[in-house]
């Protein structure tokens, strides 16, 4: 998974990482944000925040960025500012293609 990101944020405690931000982006149009993550013990300390923000000043000026949230971080991503899409799909791994559209 992070061999093929081509973005990551990062912070660390005293060497100890304690949160990520991992990305797939072609730094113009759209940015990916496969996954931020936060340990447990250091979330309420704006590190999700933080790192949004450095992927966001590493971003051209008119990239934006999009992700899939997880259940329990739903509520999360509109106190950063993140606008809901109604116009997203996903395709699961596995799922056959229907044979005529």
Same mark, same amino acid.
């Given at each position: 998974? #992070? @061999?093929?990101?081509?973005?990551?944020?990062?912070?660390?405690?005293?060497?100890? /990482? *304690?949160? +990520?931000? $991992?990305?797939?982006?072609?730094?113009?149009?759209?940015?990916?944000?496969?996954? #931020? @993550?936060?340990?447990a013990a250091?979330?309420?300390?704006?590190?999700?925040?933080? /790192? *949004?923000? +450095?992927? $966001?000043?590493?971003?051209?000026?008119?990239?934006?960025?999009?992700?899939?949230?997880?259940?329990a971080a739903?509520?999360?991503?509109?106190r950063l500012?993140?606008?809901?899409?109604?116009?997203?799909?996903?395709?699961?791994?596995?799922?056959?293609?229907?044979?005529?559209?």
């Amino acid at each position: 998974m #992070l @061999a093929h990101s081509n973005l990551m944020a990062a912070c660390r405690d005293n060497g100890l /990482l *304690v949160g +990520l931000a $991992r990305c797939v982006t072609d730094f113009h149009y759209c940015c990916y944000l496969s996954d #931020l @993550a936060v340990d447990a013990a250091y979330q309420r300390r704006g590190i999700g925040r933080r /790192l *949004v923000e +450095l992927v $966001r000043q590493a971003l051209g000026p008119r990239c934006q960025i999009v992700l899939l949230a997880a259940p329990a971080a739903v509520e999360y991503y509109p106190r950063l500012g993140f606008e809901h899409h109604d116009q997203a799909w996903i395709l699961p791994p596995g799922k056959a293609l229907p044979n005529s559209v």
